[in-house]
């Protein structure tokens, strides 16, 4: 749990490492790499979310519970998009603008 | 039955917990099945999102347009700093070091604070442009009624987000009193660091609020 403490130096780190995919983000934005734009965006996006979860929330060192909770949580959410997803983009009879 | 290092009357220690160490696990899993209903609550925004982009890529990229990369930008730099100062001060606290404590609290709130202004200069360059949907909307017409969805969505999931800093810092705030009364000591520090989760959390939701509100295809200007 958090009777682990981490060391200021790790917390430093993963900071340097969320700024650089941020400026990351960024300049992919203004490449044209047609639909893989949006799959990069997302995926810096969920690698800095799993940072930001795993060492400042210190989920890498949480109890079993919790981290049943934190997946449960994300799992919860995938059904309610793939689900909602699933459902709209096959509507074959709308016409898309 | 309680650990020799415990004295049984903690004056934080409420009666139904057998130690500290305990209370604090189930604070810590109270926080995150909390934050679980969260995830779900700005889910749905987020669903409602990707089926209007799916369904009208132009417009939506048309009016992220109109959106400042540069103040976005600073603010997410903004935010990933204040999480920052935030886990600093829960390691202070681990450590039961006070002043950091209340600095680095400090510094969380003011980069909060200093989010909201940036967002607040935003909001009014979106009023001044007729960006903000309603009666006095303007776009241009090709892509009009899709724009102000995008625009709807804008306001609603940032607002929402602001909303959820201004608690925040409310939330910080207490925990400032809380450490310069001294309630907050090495055997107790759970609130800070729960209140950090809370943090955590809302700059996670701005992570992906940056790049699906302000990068929808910019390589094409």
Redesign the interface.
């Known amino acids: 749990?958090?009777?682990h403490?981490?060391p200021?130096r790790v917390?430093?780190t993963i900071?340097l490492i969320?700024?650089l995919c941020?400026y990351l983000?960024?300049q992919i934005?203004?490449?044209?790499?047609g639909r893989i734009?949006t799959v990069a965006?997302?995926v810096?996006?969920v690698f800095?979310?799993t940072l930001?979860?795993l060492?400042?929330?210190?989920v890498k060192y949480?109890?079993r519970?919790?981290w049943v909770?934190?997946l449960?949580?994300?799992f919860?959410?995938g059904i309610?998009?793939v689900l909602?997803?699933g459902d709209?983009?096959t509507r074959g009879w709308?016409t898309?603008? | 039955m309680p650990e020799a290092a415990l004295h049984p009357h903690h004056p934080a220690l409420a009666h139904q917990f057998d130690s500290l160490g305990q209370q604090k696990e189930v604070a810590t899993l109270g926080m995150w099945v909390f934050l679980a209903t969260e995830v779900l609550f700005f889910g749905g925004l987020f669903a409602t999102y990707a089926i209007y982009r799916a369904w009208y890529p132009e417009a939506f990229a048309a009016a992220s347009h109109e959106l400042d990369v540069a103040l976005g930008t600073i603010n997410t730099v903004v935010l990933i700093t204040s999480s920052l100062t935030m886990a600093l001060a829960v390691h202070a606290a681990q450590l039961g070091q006070r002043k950091l404590v209340l600095l680095f609290l400090a510094a969380t709130m003011i980069l909060g604070a200093v989010f909201l202004g940036i967002k607040s200069v935003e909001y009014y360059h979106k009023f001044v442009e007729h960006h903000v949907p309603g009666p006095g909307f303007q776009f241009e017409r090709e892509h009009f009624r899709h724009a102000q969805l995008f625009f709807s969505l804008y306001f609603i999931m940032t607002g929402l987000h602001a909303l959820h800093m201004v608690i925040g810092i409310g939330i910080m705030l207490v925990m400032f009193w809380w450490s310069w009364r001294g309630t907050i000591t090495v055997e107790y520090y759970s609130p800070i660091e729960i209140s950090g989760l809370y943090w955590h959390f809302v700059d996670i939701v701005w992570i992906f609020l940056f790049p699906l509100l302000y990068l929808i295809g910019r390589h094409a200007h």
């Open positions: 749990m958090a009777e403490i981490l200021k917390y430093c900071f969320l700024m941020t983000t960024v934005a203004f490449l044209d790499l734009n965006a997302l810096i996006a800095k979310a930001v979860v060492f400042f929330m210190h949480s109890t519970l919790t909770v934190v449960g949580g994300i919860w959410l309610m998009l909602t997803m709209y983009l709308r898309y603008g």
